[in-house]
C-alpha cells in the first residue's frame, strides 16, 4: 500500500509520539535506588577529600593551617557535584543543587571561621553542624517542587553530615594507638578507612529520603 507524503508524516509522526510514550513510561519506572545514591555520594565524598587536600595546600602556604574554609568548600563541591549527576538522570533538578551544596557548606564555614576563635576545639563540629542545615534547606527549596515530603530532606542532610563526620573526628583518636601499633601502615589504612566510610554513611543515610522524594 502506498502512502501520500502527508499520509506517511503523519504516521512517522504517530511512531515518534508512541516511542516518545514508551521512554517516559520506561524513566517513570526507573527510580533512584539506595545503592546508586550511596555509589554516588562516596565518588562526591572521594572528589571532596582531593579537592580539600589541593585547596588546604596554598592556605598552609600562607600560614593558615587552623582554618577549615576548605574542608566546606572542598565537600561541598564534591557531594553536591556526583549528587546532581545522578539526580538529573531521574528527575528535572537544576545545577542549583551543586551550587547549593557549595554555599550551604563554604558559604557555613567561611561565616563561622570569621567569627569563631582558630584555637576553638568544637569549631569543625558546629560548622559540619549548621553547613548541613543550610544545605539542607537551600536544597529543599530545589526538592519541595518534587514531592509534599520533601521537608525531610533537611532532618536527613543533618543527620547524614553529623553521622558521616563522626569516624573522621575519630581520627585524632587514633593517633593515640602509635605506642600500641608498631607498623604505621595499620594507621594509615585505619584513618583511610575512617575517612572513607563517611561517605557511605552520607549516601546511606540520605539515601533512604531522597528515594521518596523523587518518584
Not at 51 to 78: F, R, W
Not at 157 to 169: I, K, R
Not at 197 to 204: D, R, T, Y
Request: proline share 1%; hydrophobic share 55%; net charge positive.
Amino acid at each position: 500500500m502506498n502512502l501520500s507524503g502527508k499520509d506517511a508524516s503523519a504516521v512517522n509522526l504517530n511512531l515518534m509520539r508512541f516511542d516518545f510514550k514508551g521512554y517516559n513510561e520506561m524513566e517513570a519506572g526507573n527510580r533512584i535506588s539506595n545503592v546508586k545514591w550511596m555509589v554516588w555520594t562516596f565518588m562526591g565524598w572521594l572528589l571532596g577529600v582531593m579537592l580539600i587536600i589541593v585547596l588546604s595546600a596554598p592556605l598552609d602556604n600562607e600560614g593558615a593551617k587552623d582554618l577549615q574554609l576548605y574542608v566546606g568548600i572542598g565537600m561541598g563541591t564534591g557531594v553536591g557535584f556526583a549528587q546532581w549527576m545522578l539526580l538529573k538522570k531521574f528527575s528535572r533538578i537544576s545545577i542549583n543543587w551543586l551550587f547549593f551544596s557549595l554555599a550551604g557548606m563554604g558559604g557555613t564555614f567561611l561565616l563561622l571561621e570569621l567569627s569563631l576563635s582558630e584555637t576553638w576545639s568544637y569549631k569543625l563540629p558546629l560548622c559540619v553542624a549548621m553547613g548541613a542545615i543550610v544545605t539542607g534547606l537551600l536544597q529543599f527549596s530545589i526538592l519541595k517542587h518534587e514531592s509534599k515530603i520533601a521537608f525531610r530532606w533537611i532532618l536527613s542532610s543533618f543527620f547524614g553530615w553529623m553521622l558521616a563526620a563522626l569516624p573522621v573526628f575519630a581520627i585524632e583518636y587514633t593517633l593515640q594507638l602509635k605506642a600500641l601499633v608498631d607498623s604505621n601502615l595499620v594507621l594509615v589504612l585505619v584513618n583511610l578507612l575512617l575517612i572513607f566510610s563517611g561517605g557511605i554513611i552520607l549516601g546511606a543515610v540520605t539515601g533512604f529520603t531522597i528515594k521518596r522524594v523523587i518518584v
